[in-house]
C-alpha cells in the first residue's frame, strides 16, 4: 500500500446512504436530535411513502437537514464537510463525468490524489458511485459527504459556469446589442445571463444606474454594492424589457413603478421584485432576487452563539407572548424568525404565517401571503387566524397601529406571537410600540423578548490568515498583548473582498418581572437598560468582540456595521 493510500481514510464499500432507517431514528433520538413523537411520526409516514427516513425527516421539517446528514455520515464512516468551504474542484476531474450523470447519481468529483478520486456525495448510493468511478476512470474513492440541498446546487453551478462563461457571454450580447440599431434582437439573452452571473456571485440586489454615456450595473454581495460592468446607453431597451416582464407600464418614465416576474436560473425558481425611480439621468432600476426555495436550518446555523441558542430555545417553546426581532432593513430579521420557527415542534404546535412575500418554505407550517387587492393584510389575517386554533404565530411585519394591536391581542389570550419591527435597539421598542395605541401596560403583560441584530461580513475561509491585534484592538477586545485575530487576504473567491458569507451580531432583551414593570411605569431607555443587565442582556458589542476574537470578523467591519469598535 503506498503512503498517499494509507494516508486516504477508507470508505465501507458496501455502505447504505441511510445505514438503516431504524438505526438512524434511534441514534437521532438518543442525541436529543428528535423526540419519540417526531420519530413515530417519520415512521408512519415512511410506512405509506416508502422513502427513506433521513429524507422525510428533512422534508417534513421534522429534524434538521444538516444533523441528519452528519449523522448518517458518521454512522456510514465517512467525514463531513461544509459545502460552502470547499475549494473549486479540478477541471480536469469535472471533465470525467458530466452535469446529467452527476445529477443523476448526486456526486461530484473534486480532485484526485494519488491514485484515490475526492468525491463529494450528496443524497447518494456510496456503492453505486464507487462502482460508477471505478469504471469511468479506475480510481477508488475518498468519500465526503455534504448537505444534500447544498450539494445537488453545488453540482448545477459547477458544471454550468464551467461550459457557460458567464462574463464572455455578457460581453459577447453586449457587444451584439449595442450594434443592433433595427432592433432585431430582443434583450432576453442579455437578462438571462445577467441573472445566471447575479446568482453565481451570490447577489442579492442587482442596481442598474444610468448617467449621461452610460449604464452600469452593481450588485450587491454580502450587503455591500460591488460595481460589475458597465454598458452603452444603446441598451436602455434592457430597462424596457425588464418593465415588460414585471408587468410594468415600458411607456411610463416619468414615476416610480413596482413589479415583478418570476425567472428559472438553474433549475431553481427566482421571484425577482423590480423598482425603478426617476433620476435626473435617466430611470434606475432595481432588481432584488429571491429563491422561491431556500434552505434554512435553525439559529445555530445562522450563526447564533451556542449560548444564545439555549436561551432561544426556552424562549420560543413559551406557550404565549410575544418576542421581535428587530433591525434595519437587509439585517436578516426574516431569516432568523423563521429559523425561530424551525426550532418549534411543528407536529404538536399549529403554526400559521402571514408575509410578504413568503420567503421560506417551512414545512408543517400553514403559510399565506399578503393580498392587498383582496384585501388581506396583516392585520385582517391575524383576526381570521384566531378562528384556526393556532398555537405559534409567525407574523412579517408590525407596520401600522391596526396589525401591532392585533398581534399584542393575539399574544394576550394565549399565542406564541413573532415578529418584526424597524428601530435599532431593543430600547426602541416600546417607544415605537406605544404611538401605535398600545398600552404600556398591555406591552409589559405580553413581551417576552427583543432580539436586535446587525448582518457582519465574515472573514474569507479560502484566504484568512492570522494577524496580530493593534493596540486598540487589544485594549477594546481586552484581549492579552501579542493576540491574533484573522483577516482575509483577498482571493478569487471572494472577488478580492477579504469577506465571504454574512453572521449575526445581536442584542437579546429577555423581560423579567422587574423589566416588566419598568416598562409599565413608562421608565426611560437609560432605566430600562438598566433593569435588562439585570435580566442577563447580552449586548451588541459583546458579540461583536467574540467575533473578532474568534477571527471571524474584523474589528473595522464591526464599526461599520454596528457603530462600536476600537477608539479611533
Known amino acids: ?85 470547499l475549494p473549486q474542484a479540478d477541471p480536469q476531474v469535472l471533465a470525467m463525468f458530466n452535469r446529467e450523470l452527476c445529477q443523476l447519481r448526486q456526486f461530484l468529483p473534486l480532485r484526485r490524489t494519488g491514485d484515490a478520486l475526492e468525491v463529494l456525495l450528496g443524497d447518494a448510493d456510496t456503492a453505486a458511485v464507487q462502482q460508477l468511478v471505478l469504471q469511468r476512470c479506475g480510481l477508488r474513492c475518498r468519500f465526503v459527504q455534504g448537505e444534500y440541498g447544498k450539494v445537488a446546487r453545488l453540482i448545477r453551478h459547477t458544471y454550468y459556469f464551467a461550459q457557460n462563461p458567464v462574463e464572455s457571454l455578457l460581453e459577447r450580447e453586449i457587444k451584439r446589442l449595442s450594434v443592433d440599431n433595427d432592433h432585431a434582437y430582443s434583450p432576453e439573452k442579455l437578462l438571462d445571463y445577467l441573472l445566471h452571473y447575479a446568482v453565481r456571485e451570490r447577489t442579492t440586489d442587482i442596481h442598474i444606474a444610468p448617467s449621461d454615456d452610460s449604464l452600469h450595473v452593481l450588485f450587491r454581495v454580502d450587503g455591500v454594492l460591488r460595481p460589475m460592468f458597465a454598458m452603452p446607453n444603446s441598451l436602455h431597451r434592457l430597462l424596457g424589457y425588464i418593465k415588460l416582464e414585471a408587468e410594468m407600464d415600458i411607456s411610463e418614465q416619468r414615476r416610480p413603478q413596482d413589479g415583478s416576474f418570476r425567472a428559472t436560473v438553474l433549475d431553481s425558481a427566482l421571484t425577482v421584485r423590480v423598482s425603478t425611480i426617476i433620476t435626473d439621468a435617466g430611470e434606475r432600476t432595481v432588481l432584488r432576487l429571491l429563491p422561491e426555495h431556500s434552505d434554512l436550518a435553525g439559529l445555530k446555523e445562522l450563526g447564533f452563539f451556542p449560548e444564545d441558542v439555549v436561551v432561544l430555545e426556552r424562549l420560543f417553546a413559551k406557550p404565549a407572548g410575544l418576542v421581535l426581532i428587530t433591525g434595519p432593513t437587509g439585517s436578516g430579521k426574516s431569516s432568523s424568525l423563521h429559523a425561530a420557527l424551525r426550532m418549534q415542534s411543528l407536529i404538536e404546535r399549529n403554526v400559521l404565517t402571514v408575509e410578504d412575500p413568503i420567503e421560506y418554505r417551512v414545512p408543517g407550517a400553514g403559510q399565506t401571503e399578503v393580498n392587498r387587492r383582496a384585501g388581506y393584510e396583516f392585520g385582517s389575517a391575524l383576526r381570521h387566524f384566531l378562528r384556526h386554533d393556532p398555537d405559534v404565530i409567525l407574523l412579517g411585519e408590525m407596520r401600522d397601529a391596526e396589525t401591532a394591536q392585533a398581534a399584542l391581542e393575539a399574544a394576550a389570550t394565549g399565542h406564541l406571537v413573532l415578529s418584526t419591527l424597524h428601530v435599532t435597539t431593543v430600547f426602541g ?27 457582519v461580513r465574515q472573514n474569507c475561509p479560502f484566504c484568512s490568515v492570522e494577524v496580530p491585534f493593534t493596540d486598540k484592538e487589544i485594549a477594546w477586545l481586552g484581549v492579552a498583548p501579542g493576540a ?55 449586548g451588541i458589542e459583546d458579540v461583536a468582540k467574540a467575533r473578532v476574537i474568534a477571527g471571524q470578523t474584523t474589528s473595522e467591519e464591526i464599526m461599520r456595521v454596528a457603530g462600536v469598535g476600537p477608539a479611533p
Open 1 to 85: 500500500m503506498s503512503t498517499t493510500e494509507a494516508a486516504l481514510p477508507r470508505t465501507p464499500p458496501h455502505a447504505a446512504p441511510e445505514g438503516g432507517g431504524a438505526r438512524l431514528g434511534e441514534r437521532m433520538l438518543d442525541r436529543g436530535m428528535i423526540d419519540a413523537t417526531q420519530l413515530q411520526y417519520a415512521l408512519q409516514k415512511n410506512e405509506v411513502e416508502k422513502q427513506r427516513l433521513g429524507r422525510i425527516l428533512i422534508r417534513h421539517g421534522l429534524a434538521n437537514e444538516s444533523d441528519i446528514v452528519q449523522t448518517l455520515a458518521e454512522m456510514n464512516g465517512i467525514d463531513f464537510v461544509q459545502v460552502d468551504t
Open 429 to 455: 421598542v416600546v417607544p415605537r410600540l406605544r404611538p401605535l395605541g398600545i398600552e404600556a401596560q398591555v406591552i409589559a403583560d405580553n413581551l417576552l423578548a427583543v432580539v436586535n441584530q446587525r448582518l
Open 484 to 538: 491574533r485575530g484573522k483577516r482575509g487576504a483577498g482571493c478569487e473567491r471572494c472577488r478580492g473582498s477579504s469577506f465571504y458569507g454574512r453572521l449575526p451580531v445581536y442584542d437579546i432583551m429577555l423581560v423579567d418581572e422587574a423589566l416588566a414593570n419598568g416598562i409599565a411605569d413608562d421608565a426611560g431607555r437609560e432605566a430600562l437598560r438598566n433593569l435588562a443587565m439585570g435580566a442577563g442582556f447580552r
